[in-house]
């Protein structure tokens, strides 16, 4: 099983034992939503696709195993590298380079490294996906534009 599949092993766990239906579905729809729109982004930018797919199924996961979004960057990344840590089939520098993507995703409005980007912008994507119909967040507004840009979609 490759690495992927494991972190979705576990992901898949967490969002199973969550007791509301609606939050657990929405979890499902936004973890894999953002991590298929990382791989997407990160293979355009010529970033690790891998560590992209595996940092966005993992940027919201503490969010969705507490239920708590206060802090969610910042916890989620402390999260983010005990989960890592406890599969020990990823390298210190692969731990660091996720858990920083995932620390600094609710940035929406600063510019961090290339992949770093790809998170934040796998999330708005994500958000301005779900339902077409729905407003973009204003603070959203600027990076979504610029990723339609980027994939032609103007």
């Known amino acids: 099983m490759n690495r992927i ?3 979705r092993e576990y992901v898949d766990t967490v969002l199973l034992h ?5 939050e657990r579905r929405c979890g499902y729809l936004h973890l894999y ?13 010529r ?3 891998e560590l992209a797919t595996i940092a966005g199924m993992l940027h919201d996961i503490y969010s969705y195993s507490t239920m708590d979004t206060k802090d969610h960057a910042h916890k989620g ?11 020990q089939i990823f390298t210190d520098d692969e731990i660091v380079t996720i858990c920083n993507a995932i ?6 409005g600063s510019k961090h490294s290339p992949f770093d980007e790809v998170i934040i912008d796998a999330d708005v994507l994500q ?6 119909l729905f407003n973009v967040a204003e603070h959203e507004k600027q ?4 990723l339609k840009s980027e994939f032609g979609l103007m």
């Open 127 to 132: 958000h301005c996906l779900y339902n077409p």
């Open 103 to 108: 620390y600094n995703h609710s940035s929406k």
């Open 33 to 45: 939503g953002v991590s298929q729109a990382c791989t997407l982004i990160a293979s355009k930018r």
């Open 18 to 22: 969550m007791s509301d239906p609606t």
């Open 47 to 49: 970033e690790n696709t």
């Open 143 to 146: 990076r979504y534009e610029a």
């Open 77 to 87: 990344a402390a999260m983010a590298r005990e989960i890592l840590s406890s599969l």
């Open 5 to 7: 599949e494991k972190v």
